[in-house]
């Protein structure tokens, strides 16, 4: 790792390079907490130095090395067989947020991958929302979340430690039910409930709902969970006599009069007997004091003891009553048998008042039997009508609603027929670009069998491989827009099933309103159906079933929007794909054309020159035959010439001189020998030139071949193979 900050600055000129290895990777972790940075590396680095250094990247900013030993605050691990270089850095601060770096030390440029790393608060959140409930009691917790998290874990955790919540979580999306705790998951509204029954005081603090998120920081929401204790809000004592009778009275809210009321005995409420089913426990109702009471005749000294009315099975506080009954002894002594005359008058008077009261009871009842008989007829006429005109709203509603659904039902099926024409023309097109690729490298495969001397990269072979390229980018664009058609009918086909399913429910939705419309007090198909205002678990608001169908009227928008796009997209696509090839097809046409003709030229050029040459080949060849003469032409003046000089040479004594005769005679033949000389040289240098013409000849001839099988192979064999290039409409996929 030499020269690290120097070479830092070479790095930069190209962030491309720095993050080849892996892209830009981001990793969050809380405050005071660690965080693990993974870094992937290519095949053959197993055994290399890897580092986590931090922006800018110096040597002081080296923070960890393979080589060195772990650290306070840094430690490694290189796992060579998946070939991951893991960086821990513990005790985060917000200072430890920003840029860093991986890097794999070797010769040359080191290989850097680029890492954001973002510490946030480890605390949750500023806004909580308070849930109060009361012991042994439940309580539901709604937590909603956002639509790209509709298939991810879902957790509650104590505390308000976002980055313990989900090892501590006590409840997961993925075992439902822990104990009594209940995990439920609604992802058409997106909402997670847990539920949580038999309450304790000690369960009382802070809670956060969690959401796992794939990539970076799960996300969280707040709760105060305050479990009160339960008590009473009314607790009376009460005295009684052993044997005789006493009674016990209980108020009730007034919206409770339709309930059933209740009277158990207990030191607990949860293990109290009910005693209104006793054959001396007698319940009476009074509505005009919004009470009731319980009477018990012939007191018995074990029935002394802790009592619990109220007018709520659900033991909800503020609706019960706590009633402390003590019993005591009539007599005592000798008198243990006998009452005294204040107890005789005592009881001779509750008789009269119980009488009266009783009396004044029924009149009571009576009076507000009329009344109420008389307001609950115009009161039942009123919500009957009302009931009618709100069915009848409703009836509409649904309708507009169903023939919406209709519509985009009508389109989607439109649009996926679309789709599927698009996709056969794609398909088409696909398959004319594979006849446009085997034409273009025949061509090339035939040009390649062209003579040596002709084998040039020449303009149409650049047009050629230019071609080539094209329709190998034409075909993978084609291919990744048919894979856009394929899923794009899919999703439609997914969302109309959809709409389908929401248009039958509506469909038998607007039959059964209609019948119920209809109904009227002289209907006789009505029945009594006891359990029908049973609000079922599965029952939806108005608000949910306004959501689900606008949810899925947007989902029938946005395919069709995107089915739009991707068909002007598809049009598009085929419409400059055909134009290119076809431009390109001409540009090959014209360069085999023009080298076509600059072939004829050359082989005209040649075939004139070839003329030439045979032409001074046969005049050459006179020229030879005409010096042959010439020098056979000499052999007699040179025999006559050196005869007369060897007989001359043969005088004898004084009269072997150098006279004028022997001066010209010895001229003459040095005059000979030279027009011989010459005429041999001459002769030399015409064979030489003979030779010279013949080897030009071989060579035209040659070329003039290689000319005629380039011209063949080009003219006859590419030229008319291209003629079955596909047309502009089969590009089209017509």
Known sequence: MWSLRNRFFTLCIALSCVSSAAGVIRVYGYERGQVQVSCPYGSGYESYEKYLCKDPCGYDEVLIKTTEPDKNKYSKHDDHQQRVFTATINNLTFADTGKYWCGITKRGTDIFTEVELEVVRDSCCDESNKVQSYEDSSVSISCPYDPPHQDSLKYICRGKQPSTCLNGAIITSNHKQTGQLR?????????????????????????????????????????????????????????????????????????????????????????????????????????????????????????????????????????????????????????????????????????????????????????????LYQDTEAATLQTQAEGTRLLGERLQETHDWKSELQQHIHQLLADTESLSAQKTRLEKALYATEISYAIATDNLKCRARRPGPDLVRDAVEEELLKEVDLIRSVQALLKRTTAEVVSQIKMNRDVKQRLELDWSDKYQACDFDGRSGGFSNMSPDTRHHPSSA???????????????????????????????????????????????????????????????????????????????????????????????????????????????????????????CRDQAQLSLEGGLRQIDATLASLRQQLSEARGSLSHLEESRITIEKDIRCKTNSLFIDREKCMTHRQRYPAVSTLLGY
């Open 534 to 656: 049973t609000v079922q678990d599965q029952v939806c608001n108005s608000t949910s079933w306004t959501k689900f169908a606008q949810y899925n009227r947007s989902m029938a928008l946005q395919e069709e929007r995107a089915s739009s796009s991707l068909r002007l997209l598809v049009e598009r696509v085929l419409q400059d794909t055909s134009h290119d090839l076809r431009v390109q097809c001409s540009s090959v046409d014209r360069a085999l054309s023009q080298r076509c003709a600059e072939m004829i030229e050359a082989k005209t050029q040649l075939e004139m020159k070839l003329r030439q040459i045979l032409e001074q080949i046969v005049a050459q060849e006179k020229s030879i035959v005409a010096i042959q003469q010439a020098i056979h032409n000499k052999e007699a003046p040179l025999r006559v010439t050196q005869s007369r000089l060897y007989l001359r040479s043969l005088r004898p004594n004084m009269e072997l």
């Open 183 to 371: 995990l439920t998951d609604d992802k058409m509204l997106r909402i997670f409930t847990v539920t949580m029954t038999g309450l304790t005081q000690s369960q009382s603090g802070s809670y956060l709902c969690g959401v796992n998120g794939s990539t970076g920081l799960d996300v969280f929401s707040a709760f105060e969970l305050e479990v009160k204790e339960w008590c009473c809000v009314r607790s009376t004592k009460q005295s009684g006599v052993v044997g005789q009778t006493v009674t016990m009275k209980c108020p009730y809210p007034p919206n409770h009069r339709n309930n059933s009321k209740f009277l158990c005995k207990g030191e607990r409420r949860k293990e109290c007997t009910d005693m209104t089913s006793q054959r001396r426990f007698t319940l009476r109702e009074d509505i005009s004091s919004s009470s009731f009471s319980v009477t018990i005749t012939e007191l018995k000294g074990e029935e002394a003891g802790t009592y619990w009315c109220g007018s709520d099975s659900q033991w909800s506080p503020g609706d019960y009553t706590n009633i402390q009954l003590s019993a005591g002894s009539a007599t005592a002594g000798y008198r243990s048998a006998k009452y005294s005359p204040a107890e005789w008058f005592s009881n001779y008077h509750s008789i009269l008042q119980q009488a009266a009261t009783n009396r004044r009871e029924a009149g009571s009842i009576q009076r507000e039997s009329k009344a």
